[in-house]
């Protein structure tokens, strides 16, 4: 079932793979009709991680990137949506040559056509193949299929592993096995017979248990994996090389391990528990509650990015995810905001929240408590900035007020079309792009590099017609595209660290490659506290 941690199951072994010498790339399978995440609200699906090449994907490909430590791009990703679109082009293009196109095989077909060409071009040893969903359910069954064919056309070069719960119910005290015997069950009725089976849980699964998953479900004992819970998801590589799952997967195709090194891994994991000194971060965003539950999985990359950080930084970070409307409805708990060590506003789309935001940004720069503004967390620093110190009361970005006199942020003309033919679907600014930073600014000194590049998702723009009276102002451009002509970042004057990024650093940082602003950013936080 979704949130069993497959995707972090599938980057540790990519990781312990990884280790052993052999190189690795990691697909995941979406099986929704969306031919991409960026459609989906946040509250639904989690996180939208973009990649270099500007595809809106699956929050597992950045788990795979942060443990990898490797660019993945779009051709390891595909949805259901995706695949019939090609299929579909590809008849309109009379490439089946007169044939009738069937769900069966032409599907599967496309599918394993795209996990080929994503292996060939991660250049990989090891190709792991992510597939979503739920083993039984109709949404995913084509992809068993492509795995199934894909078995029967490479035998032992292919094998399947089983994500499975086992509950253990609180009035029994007992772990059950019986959902993962009937979900190998099932997995058996499309034709497969999984390798191994990971049983998450939320304790280590013990001899009888395994005893019993080998007995009913054909599995060997010591390639049943117990994967219990863990305080933090980078001990997971750990847990798995005490049961040597990486060695048994490469011994089940008949390989070894050529080396065994996961001494940065581990000097990242140390680090982590090293940092004593505490420092509270504020996340204000507004994708977190379904029903009486809290979600953070809209903002994983930016918590995994803190996490990053903090190892860097010596210190341990604490999270207080704050929604921005209870500060709409009640100025007052802007107070609440002078116990965090700095402050973060993610990305974000559309009305709901965002004065409670402008208020954040508004508090936070008079209080000089550090803060990172990431993509909408910058259009609305810029707004605060207008409003505050030009006096122009209704400034705003046109996704809120198309008609505000200051509109500070606002649409290009090639944005505008997109708008209008309502085209919505992977036409935001995806992907990388060249940012120039100014001398002497905070950005500069964090990355310590005059060009970088970052990743962005959005459709507004910092409004240029108004950026020679915000600078005038005192508001800081401190990074531009290389042409000059989009404003990238944005700071200001006299304050511990205020950056405003119209990217999104978060989607690059990496437990072995921090990102530099967020190092930065604890750093001020560290020195805050
Ligand atoms: N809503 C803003 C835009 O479309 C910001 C998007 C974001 O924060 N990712 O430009």
Redesign the pocket.
């Known amino acids: 079932m979704s949130g069993v941690g497959k995707g972090t199951s599938t980057a540790a072994l990519g990781l312990t793979l990884k280790a052993k010498g052999y190189a690795v790339t990691a697909i995941k399978i979406d099986p929704y009709v969306n031919v991409d995440a960026g459609t989906m609200n946040p509250v639904e699906h989690g996180e939208v991680f973009v990649t270099i090449d500007g595809d809106e994907t699956d929050q597992d490909i950045g788990t795979y990137e942060r443990y990898l430590g490797v660019d993945i791009t779009k051709i390891n990703y595909m949805t259901t949506g995706r695949v019939y679109q090609s299929v579909i082009e590809r008849e309109r293009n009379l490439e089946y040559g007169g044939r009738c196109v069937e769900v069966v095989p032409h599907v599967p077909e496309e599918v394993i056509r795209r996990i080929e060409a994503a292996a060939k071009s991660a250049k990989a040893d090891i190709t792991l193949i992510e597939v979503g969903g739920t083993v039984g359910e109709y949404q995913n069954i084509l992809f068993l299929e492509a795995g199934r064919m894909m078995q029967v056309a490479h035998g032992k070069n292919v094998k399947f592993a089983l994500v499975s719960y086992l509950p253990v119910p609180p009035s029994v005290g007992e772990m059950k096995t019986k959902p993962t015997q009937y979900a190998v069950r099932t997995l058996n009725s499309a034709g497969i017979l999984p390798d191994f089976v990971i049983g998450r849980s939320e304790q280590a699964m013990d001899k009888p248990r395994k005893e019993k998953i080998a007995q009913f479900c054909q599995v060997p004992p010591e390639h049943i994996i117990s994967a219990p819970d863990v305080s933090s998801i980078y001990d997971i590589p750990d847990m798995f090389e005490e049961q040597e799952f990486a060695k048994k997967v490469l011994k089940s195709f008949g390989l070894r391990a050529k080396k065994n090194d996961l001494s940065a891994w581990k000097a990242f994991v140390r680090a982590r528990k090293n940092g004593h000194k505490e420092v509270r971060i504020g996340v204000i965003g507004k994708y977190f509650s379904t029903g009486n539950f809290t979600l953070s999985d809209a903002y994983i990359s930016v918590l995994e990015a803190i996490k990053h950080a903090g190892a860097a930084a010596g210190v341990m970070p604490k999270i207080e995810w704050l929604n921005s409307e209870e500060f709409e409805k009640d100025p007052k708990k802007l107070k609440e905001l002078d116990k965090l060590s700095a402050v973060i506003i993610p ?3 559309g009305s709901r929240g965002i004065e409670g935001k402008i208020a954040t940004i508004n508090y936070v720069r008079k209080n000089k408590i550090p803060y990172l503004g990431l ?2 967390g910058m ?1 609305c620093a810029v707004i605060e900035f207008a409003r505050t110190e030009l006096g122009w009361k209704k400034a705003n970005t046109t ?1 809120i007020n198309p008609k505000s006199d200051h509109p500070v942020i606002d649409l290009m003309a090639g944005q505008r079309d997109n708008v209008k033919g309502k085209k919505y679907g992977g036409t ?1 600014r995806l992907g990388s792009y060249k940012c120039k930073l100014a001398d002497g600014s905070i950005s500069r000194k964090a990355y310590a590099e005059a060009v970088i590049s970052e990743r962005h ?4 723009e910092f409004n240029n017609d108004y950026r020679a009276e915000l600078e005038k102002a005192g508001l800081v451009i401190a990074g531009t595209s290389p042409d000059n002509r989009l404003v990238e970042i944005v700071e200001v004057k006299d304050h511990p660290f205020f950056v405003g990024v119209q990217f999104h650093p978060e989607f690059q940082s990496r437990p072995l490659a921090p990102h530099p602003l967020f190092v930065g950013l604890l750093h001020a936080a560290k020195k805050r506290k």
């Open positions: 990305g974000g789309f993509c909408y259009q996704e935001l998702r959005h459709r507004y």
